[in-house]
């Protein structure tokens, strides 16, 4: 099993900086991918970023340019810098790690809540 633990959530004004922080535990050492998605009210879960062990890296659309996913490979840590925050990227933010053999299991943390004032 992988648990996470998610950290840096709050209230920011339109155009400032939040980073988010996911620490995995457990049996970090099958872990191939591990990512940000996030859900607003009434929509669906949708992908931020992701990076796997590889060093391959994925962004949504909406997010390229403005959110950075980096990992810590020492500290088991993976990071969400996002600059230049909009109204509508409000929503509740979750880690995610995928991991063990094919087909892979996933895990996910508790959330945590970003909200962007305009």
């Known amino acids: 099993q992988v648990q996470l633990v998610e950290s840096g959530g709050g209230l920011v004004q339109a155009g400032g900086s939040l980073r988010l922080s996911c620490a995995a535990s457990?049996?970090?050492?099958?872990?191939?991918?591990m990512g940000w998605y996030r859900q607003a009210p009434g929509k669906q879960r949708e992908l931020v970023a992701t990076v796997t062990t590889g060093g391959s890296y994925k962004y949504a659309d909406s997010v390229k340019g403005r959110f950075t996913i980096s990992r810590d490979n020492a500290k088991n840590t993976v990071y969400l810098q996002m600059n230049s925050l909009k109204s509508e990227d409000t929503a509740v933010y979750y880690c995610n790690a995928e991991w063990g053999r094919l087909p892979l299991k996933g895990s996910w943390g508790q959330g945590t809540q970003v909200t962007v004032s305009s």
């Open positions: 457990g049996n970090i050492f099958s872990i191939v991918a």
